[in-house]
């Protein structure tokens, strides 16, 4: 028998989400790259990935997908005292990519700062956004998660160009109302001796950008799959038993799963380990590939939006990628 699940601090006020126009299938990068659509779709899940259109940037994507999540919590960027964006693909290195969100949104000069913990960057949005709500330092707080990815990938690189999207997932959190609705536990995690496992090597000051390392494509995302495979099963299924044991739940009390959509196969294996029916993973990596720190919350609001997830269900969030960066969350919308 599971103990009973704590009362949560902050809630989910309302979920929104933006993916660019354009679209490149397996299809298209068969023209681009040695790979085929068998090749990914069987190895990986993905069957398309949607691409930042040229001009569009970043912030626009994340602005875009904020106002969405605004719109359906019945709020006004007046409303606002914090926001917080997970993302390792910003405007610019300096400043934050949320300053610009801030611009766009017309917010107020409220705190807006970023997080880069890469996939998992939304999970540590919400787990710092749900410390501010329950401290009382802020009582609405946007957290979003983006990537424009197609920008720092290498496209001769067929392990990396094939798995990434580009798009954006937004909340808006605001205190618990007492009913038992809300964010009921978080954990996250990481493990810097995997750091260079999935890593954009040049562009800080441990190797700043030369024309050899432009020529070389260091400054675009390089990645030891395996590596990252191996661990993305066991520390996925650690940080979520660690979620559901902080909520006082079991896999069986559980409605609904979004996992981190990296690849179909981890899913699956997660899935198994939780003893979970994959039925009630909410996957949509067929159309999106892999959106990084933007994943989890498209996947959310996209369930949200088209009725699968319902007030009052219990939905577990998991997600790890670069750092290595990992955890879980466990929510009762």
């Known amino acids: 028998m599971s103990n009973p699940a704590p009362m949560p601090r902050s809630r989910i006020l309302g ?13 298209d990068l068969e023209k681009i790259v040695d790979t085929s659509d068998a090749w990914i779709s069987e190895r990986t899940g993905i069957r398309r990935r949607h691409v930042a259109a040229d001009g ?14 605004l719109e359906a919590a019945g709020l006004s960027v007046a409303d606002v005292d914090l926001i917080i964006v997970g993302t390792i693909s910003g405007d610019t290195p300096v400043p934050s990519c949320a300053v610009n969100v801030q611009q766009k949104l017309g917010a107020e000069e409220i705190p807006a700062f970023d997080i880069s913990a890469a996939c998992a960057g939304f999970l540590y949005g919400i787990t710092i956004a749900d410390q501010f709500i329950a401290t009382g330092a802020a009582n609405c707080v946007l957290v979003i998660g983006v990537e424009l990815l197609s920008r720092i990938l290498n496209w001769e690189d067929r392990t990396t160009c094939v798995l990434f999207g580009d798009g954006a997932g937004a909340v808006v959190l605001g205190p618990a109302r007492g009913d038992g609705r809300g964010i009921l536990s978080t954990c996250i995690f990481s493990d810097g001796a995997l750091a260079s496992s999935l890593i954009v090597p040049a562009g800080g000051t441990a190797e700043p950008v030369t024309d050899e390392g432009l020529e070389r ?5 390089h990645m030891v799959g395996q ?38 196969r981890i899913i699956t294996q997660v899935s198994s380990r939780l003893g979970f029916p994959l039925e009630k993973f909410v996957i949509n990596i067929a159309e999106y590939g892999n959106t990084s720190s933007a994943s989890i919350p498209i996947a959310l609001d996209e369930a949200v939006r088209d009725g699968r997830i319902q007030p009052g269900q219990s939905v577990l969030l998991c997600a790890l990628g670069a750092g290595i960066s990992w955890g879980a969350a466990l929510v009762r919308m």
């Open 217 to 221: 494509k260091r400054n675009k995302v």
């Open 15 to 27: 979920t929104g989400h933006y993916a660019p126009a354009r679209v490149l299938s397996n299809s």
């Open 227 to 264: 590596d990252i495979f191996r661990v993305a099963i066991k520390n996925l299924t650690s940080a979520s038993t660690h979620a559901l044991k902080a909520s006082g739940l079991t896999s069986a009390e559980l409605d609904w799963v979004v996992a981190h959509q990296a690849n179909l």
């Open 56 to 69: 569009e940037t970043t912030s626009d994507m994340a602005a875009a997908a904020a106002r969405r999540a």
